[in-house]
C-alpha cells in the first residue's frame, strides 16, 4: 500500500536526513571485505562458467550467469559509490579505484560520475530530463508531438528496447563514448576501454572463446536485468515530477525513489541497490550501510516498496501525468478534440 507524502503521515523529513546521517561513514574494513567479495564472486562466477559451458551442464552455465550478474552489479556498487567519495574515506582511493573498476563495469569512471550527479542534483525535476537516465515525456508533450516523434518515444518506452535493445547499446557501445566524455575528458575513456579490452584478451587467454562466449552471454543478460532495475527505480506510478521551480528534493528522493523488496539474494548480488530512496536522500551513505539504514530508520520512512509483480508493472508506465501527478499508459490519454468539434 502506498502513500501520499503530501498528507503527512511520512514523520519529518529532516528528521529522516538528520538521522541517516550517522549511516554517511566509510569503514575500511567494510569497503575492503566487500570489494574483495566481489572480485570473488565475478571470477569464480567466470571460471565455473566456462568450464560448464564447454561441458555443458547448462543449469551450472545459469547459476555462474547469476554470479556474474551479481560480481558486474556488486563491482559497479562500489564504482558508483566511489564516484560519490563515499565508498572509502581517502578520495584518492575513491577515484583509483573508480577507474579501475571501469574495466569490469564498462563504465568510464569521470564521465559516469559526472553523468550520475547530475542525475542527484536534478532528480524529480521535469525541466533537466537530459540529466536523468530514462527519458520520460509528460502528456502535454505527447500532445504536442508530431506523429514521427510519438513513434520515436514509442520504440523507446517499449519492452524490446527497454529490457532488450536498450541495454545491449548502452553497455555494449554508449559507454565506449558516454554522453559528457567530452567534457570529463577522453583519456578517461581511453584507459577504461584500455582496461576492458585487457581484462577480456586475459578471459581469453585463461579460457579460449569458450570463456568469450560465456561472458559475453552473462554481460548480455545482466546488462539487461542490470537496466530494468534502474529503469524501475524511478518508473513507478506513484513517483515524483516537477517543474524546477516547485521541486522538493526531499519528496524528490523518498517519494521518486522506489524500494525494490526482492529479498537478501537480491540485496546481496546489488549491493543493496533496492534501498533506492535514502540513496537519493543522502548519497554519502556507503552502500554496505544502506540495508541497515533502511531497517533502522523504517519508523520514519513510509517508502514506495515494490515486489516483482510491482517492478514488472513498472513496464506499463510511460507517460507523467502533471494533473494527476502520477505516470500513465499510452491506452489513458486522448488527444483533445479540435477547437471545431470542442466548440460545436
Not at 541495454?167 to 567530452?182: E, G, H, M, Q, S
Not at 530512496?277 to 543522502?282: A, E, G, K, S
Not at 510511460?318 to 479540435?338: H, I, S, Y
Request: proline residues 4%; glycine residues 8%; contains cysteine.
Amino acid at each position: 500500500m502506498t502513500t501520499n507524502y503530501d498528507d503527512g503521515l511520512f514523520g519529518d523529513i529532516m528528521t529522516i536526513r538528520a538521522a541517516a546521517r550517522a549511516y554517511a561513514r566509510p569503514d575500511l574494513k567494510l569497503a575492503l571485505f566487500h570489494l574483495a567479495v566481489s572480485l570473488a564472486l565475478w571470477g569464480a562466477a567466470v571460471t565455473l562458467g566456462t568450464w560448464a559451458w564447454g561441458q555443458g551442464h547448462w543449469l551450472l552455465v545459469a547459476l555462474a550467469v547469476v554470479g556474474v550478474f551479481g560480481g558486474q552489479g556488486r563491482l559497479f556498487g562500489v564504482q558508483h559509490d566511489c564516484g560519490h567519495l563515499s565508498y572509502f574515506a581517502s578520495p584518492r582511493a575513491n577515484v583509483a579505484t573508480g577507474v579501475l573498476l571501469g574495466g569490469l563495469t564498462y563504465n568510464p569512471y569521470f564521465a559516469m560520475r559526472y553523468n550520475h550527479n547530475r542525475h542527484h542534483a536534478f532528480v524529480g525535476n521535469l525541466d533537466r530530463m537530459e540529466s536523468h537516465e530514462v527519458l520520460t515525456w509528460t502528456v502535454a508533450q505527447w500532445h504536442e508531438a508530431g506523429p514521427w516523434a510519438r513513434l520515436g518515444y514509442r520504440a523507446y518506452r517499449s519492452m524490446p528496447v527497454i529490457c532488450l535493445i536498450g541495454p545491449i547499446f548502452v553497455i555494449l557501445i554508449r559507454y565506449r563514448y558516454p554522453k559528457n566524455a567530452a567534457r570529463t575528458g577522453l583519456w578517461d575513456v581511453l584507459v577504461q576501454n584500455a582496461l576492458m579490452a585487457g581484462i577480456w584478451a586475459a578471459v581469453w587467454a585463461l579460457g579460449g572463446w569458450t570463456a568469450v562466449q560465456f561472458l559475453l552471454t552473462a554481460t548480455v543478460i545482466s546488462a539487461c536485468v542490470a537496466v530494468f532495475v534502474v529503469y524501475v527505480g524511478h518508473n513507478h506510478e506513484d513517483t515524483y515530477w516537477q517543474r524546477e521551480d516547485h521541486v522538493d528534493f526531499e519528496k524528490a528522493s523518498l517519494q521518486g525513489a522506489s524500494v525494490l523488496c526482492l529479498g537478501p539474494v537480491f540485496d546481496f548480488l546489488s549491493l543493496n541497490f533496492a534501498y533506492h530512496d535514502l540513496h537519493h536522500l543522502n548519497a554519502r551513505i556507503p552502500a554496505y550501510r544502506l540495508r541497515q539504514c533502511h531497517r533502522d530508520l523504517a519508523p520514519l520512512l513510509e517508502p514506495r516498496k515494490l515486489g516483482l509483480r510491482d517492478a514488472l508493472r513498472c513496464l506499463h508506465w510511460k507517460l507523467w501525468d502533471e494533473e494527476q501527478a502520477r505516470m500513465v499508459r499510452f491506452c489513458d490519454v486522448r488527444d483533445p478534440l479540435p477547437a471545431m468539434q470542442r466548440t460545436a
